[in-house]
């Protein structure tokens, strides 16, 4: 399909009314000219902060990274590395010199990562790695000598693949793939490495293993004295038997034996150490043990413990009821570069900071060590995304962004949570476009639960006017949506639409009981409080109920095709990457359902189930135009297992059905895709929305 005849059909029932300020609307292609700020690290002295600055490539068919740097008092940002491809900034403990990674394209051959320092006194960045298999995730010595890293080398690898090396992938664990990534090599892997650092960067250094074997480590630290490496790590041949844990280990920083620390009974990570250096704190989520049943969704909680063999950490905080490390969606997190946060120390150790989903918003929150009481370090409706802290914790870089703001920097004081705008990366696109902020409210569900849900409405919005509707559905299904910017509702209420997005149950930032109660009863009365939703702006009079679309992707794809096999009360619907068929799904998906998390057994133990909950199963009774998206290289939601199925059972029934497919897109492809592909993603919605809710004179998808 002409991708510019797509454009030129869809753009052309763009509402045309300007705001009296004469702001334009938003476009798809605005997201062309997005900018967006990664992984903010904040220096020792608390004077600067360095970050991955993201832009869209000249060719809108990927993205660039570089390192920029930016005072923590304002001022102008400034660009230190060249780019195209760094990105994962890290100081070392005197200030003096940034490690990085830097990705580079050799001969035609995919990106390998190395790592590269940077002196901050001037100079040219140098590589202190060369590793065939690449090196990432640097993590510098307390004495600043060396830098302890992962890499999937093996001693002994040539950069050169031989001759007589097959490509013929002998498979022999269930999990062998995973989505944007690709296929596992088996016998590689993630393994800790150090490397020296030299007085002047002056070019690769000999690289030294420090674990060995078949398991993969991560979440590498260092311990006070530089004597030891703790890091997680499961040590199973084949975990999908069990449910998802991690523990945590420790190894000489020469290497050696491997000493397990402590568990939780589920996955843990962002590991952080007490500044004396005998407590190691962290995020986890319990997900069997004693007293614990198997769960769909396990809340995760802050925890320490002390850095001995066998001891037993301690959950601070048990009594509350929100996500630590929590976060909300949006479509308009940094594509590249993202990073991690952690748990930070307070320099006298008693007070932990971290990030908390509460309700759609995320802030930081400040944790009693000693009582576990939790409290705001900093408020408002936002998104904190990502952030670092000094090693007192007297200031913090946090990346924030909100309904209106894709994301910027800011700093904090740790004591007040006074907060300091820095950064202003899209200010000049944004003032010029009519972006506004959403309303929220809570309405009550058919057995009286309370859901929150966000509507953005057009800018032009006029109360006593009925509008067109699209009910737009996330993914998870343990997810949120919440107080963070997102280019697809916005550009929806821009084509005139009123967009509503709620989080039903199963939602995740609402607590264990409201995120675990769709446990094996998925989809089902989440799809009543959606309905439940609709109702309401009906009943506000926002919007006519003769004009109702239906979108969402991945979990929010698999409702989207549920809710049109139970109603026929909506126009148009655009399921993106889905899941049609639950059993088909139980074995071609990239992870395993081998734990009764989901279900309470295999497909031919549970056919009844797999089948009552699939919506497959329910095709016949579709009237609702349906359009299909999927991204060809989707592991997650493989095609087979949702919209081909959906597609070719509509078209045998004659049915009006359209399936989309995006060459080479995993199912990152509204978050993280080529650029051109997500922009094209939203003008077919659209496409088929303006045809089918509104009755645009729309032919680019009918049979040829």
């Not at 319990?286 to 001995?308: C, K, M, N, W």
């Not at 057009?458 to 067109?468: A, H, M, R």
């Not at 919007?543 to 698999?558: F, H, I, R, Y």
Request: aromatic share 10%; charged share 20%; hydrophobic share 35%.
């Amino acid at each position: 399909m002409n991708r510019l005849v797509v454009f030129a059909l869809v753009a052309a029932s763009l509402p045309c009314n300007f705001a009296a300020d004469s702001k334009r609307l938003i476009t798809a292609q605005d997201l062309y000219s997005f900018q967006w700020i990664a992984d903010p690290q904040i220096s020792p002295d608390g004077l600067q902060i360095a970050y991955t600055h993201v832009t869209v490539a000249a060719k809108h068919d990927g993205y660039d990274s570089a390192l920029w740097i930016i005072s923590a008092s304002g001022g102008p940002a400034r660009r230190l590395t060249a780019g195209p491809r760094d990105s994962g900034p890290r100081w070392s403990p005197d200030g003096r010199v940034l490690a990085f990674v830097r990705a580079l394209e050799i001969g035609g051959k995919p990106p390998v990562s190395q790592i590269y320092l940077l002196p901050m006194t001037g100079g040219e960045a140098q590589a202190v790695t060369d590793l065939p298999k690449g090196a990432s995730a640097p993590v510098w010595s307390p004495d600043g000598r060396r830098i302890a890293f992962s890499s999937r080398a093996k001693s002994g690898d040539s950069a050169a693949k031989t001759e007589d090396e097959s490509d013929v992938r002998i498979i022999t664990k269930a999990a062998y793939r995973m989505n944007g990534e690709g296929y596992y090599e088996p016998g590689r892997p993630n393994h800790i490495w150090t490397v020296e650092v030299p007085r002047v960067p002056s070019g690769p250094q000999k690289a030294r293993a420090v674990t060995a074997g078949e398991f993969n480590e991560s979440d590498i630290v260092w311990s006070k004295d530089g004597s030891k490496i703790y890091f997680t790590s499961l040590r199973v041949s084949e975990p999908y038997y069990q449910s998802p844990e991690s523990d945590l280990y420790a190894v000489n920083s020469e290497g050696g034996e491997v000493t397990k620390i402590s568990g939780i009974g589920g996955p843990i990570g962002g590991l952080s150490l007490s500044p004396d250096g005998s407590r190691m704190a962290f995020e986890g989520a319990i997900h069997h043990g004693e007293g614990v049943a198997e769960r769909s969704y396990s809340q995760p909680d802050l925890f320490l413990t002390r850095v001995e063999a066998g001891a037993v950490p301690r959950n601070l905080t048990a009594k509350y009821d929100f996500d630590i490390g929590g976060a909300v969606g949006g479509d308009q997190g940094p594509p590249r570069g993202g990073g991690s946060s952690k748990p930070w120390w307070r320099g006298d150790g008693r007070f932990l900071f971290v990030a908390a989903g509460e309700e759609g918003r995320v802030n930081l929150k400040r944790v009693d060590v000693e009582t576990g009481d939790v409290g705001a370090l900093t408020s408002g409706n936002h998104n904190v995304s990502s952030y670092s802290a000094t090693p007192d914790g007297s200031k913090f870089a946090v990346l924030i962004s909100t309904p209106t703001n894709i994301g910027d920097l800011f700093v904090v004081d740790g004591t007040t949570g006074r907060m300091q705008q820095l950064t202003h990366g899209n200010g000049e696109l944004f003032s010029k476009l009519n972006v506004t902020e959403p309303e929220m409210f809570w309405y009550k569900s058919f057995d009286g639960r309370r859901i929150q849900t966000w509507v953005q409405r057009p800018p032009d919005f006029v109360e006593g006017k009925k509008y067109p509707l699209i009910l737009d559905i996330h993914g998870g299904p343990h997810a949120a949506y919440g107080y963070t910017f997102d280019h697809e509702f916005q550009w929806m209420a821009a084509k005139g639409y009123v967009v509503l997005y709620p989080n039903p149950r199963g939602s995740t930032t609402y607590g264990q009981d409201f995120g675990n109660i769709i446990q094996y009863h998925y989809p089902g009365d989440d799809y009543k409080d959606l309905m439940a939703g609709v109702d309401e702006l009906i009943k506000r009079g926002w919007v006519d109920p003769e004009k109702l679309g239906v979108t969402g992707g991945s979990g929010g794809g698999v409702l989207t095709n549920w809710t049109i096999g139970h109603t026929d009360r909506f126009k148009a619907a655009a399921s993106q990457r889905s899941i049609a068929d639950w059993r088909d799904f139980w074995y071609t998906a990239d992870f395993t359902q081998f734990t009764p998390s989901w279900f309470r057994g295999a497909p031919w133990e549970q056919e009844a189930d797999f089948k009552e909950r699939s919506p497959i199963t329910y095709v016949e009774k579709i009237k609702t135009p349906l359009m299909l998206i999927e991204g060809e290289a989707d592991f997650r939601t493989p095609p087979g297992a949702g919209g081909e199925q959906m597609f070719r059972a509509l078209k045998y029934l004659k049915k009006p059905v359209v399936m989309v497919r995006f060459p080479g897109e995993s199912h990152e492809l509204s978050r993280s895709g080529k650029p051109v592909h997500r922009v094209e993603r939203l003008q077919h919605i659209m496409g088929w929305m303006d045809k089918w809710v509104m009755g645009a004179e729309i032919h680019a998808y009918d049979v040829q």
